[in-house]
């Protein structure tokens, strides 16, 4: 598990491989990602927007850029928290994301980014 606090916002990452959803043969590894987001900040904040870097072992690099989280943009009074279930689709059997949530803190509408946590996708036997 990854985690990090950035901006007074907790980032917690969890992965898992998914292999119902995958064909190795076809070079299709489809890997799930839970998120936990913690406001420890004395204000409210709201999540805008995502930005991902996701790279896989051959050397590929992509970009997703987007508005919130799974269709939403949670706010956060101090001390709450916001959970998420996503996914992402590699060629290869490893590779790992890393990016950064854009919030706008509510009292002032000043908006700051969050750095999400680089973590790994890997197949659980190349573990060892």
């Not at 890997?31 to 991902?52: K, P």
């Not at 101090?78 to 996503?86: K, L």
């Not at 890393?98 to 009292?107: A, D, K, N």
């Not at 509408?109 to 750095?115: G, K, L, P, W």
Request: glycine share 8%.
């Amino acid at each position: 598990m990854a985690t990090q606090v950035n901006n007074g916002i907790k980032v917690r990452v969890k992965t898992q491989f998914e292999p119902n959803y995958s064909n190795p043969g076809m070079h299709q590894y489809f890997f799930s990602y839970a998120i936990r987001i913690e406001n420890t900040n004395e204000f409210s904040v709201q999540l805008l927007r995502r930005h991902w870097y996701i790279f896989d072992s051959n050397g590929s690099k992509h970009e997703v850029d987007g508005e919130g989280v799974v269709g939403e943009t949670p706010v956060l009074a101090p001390g709450e928290s916001f959970a998420y279930d996503s996914g992402c689709n590699l060629r290869t059997s490893m590779g790992s994301m890393h990016g950064y949530y854009t919030f706008v803190r509510l009292f002032d509408n000043s908006s700051f980014e969050v750095e999400i946590p680089k973590f790994t996708l890997t197949l659980p036997e190349l573990l060892n």
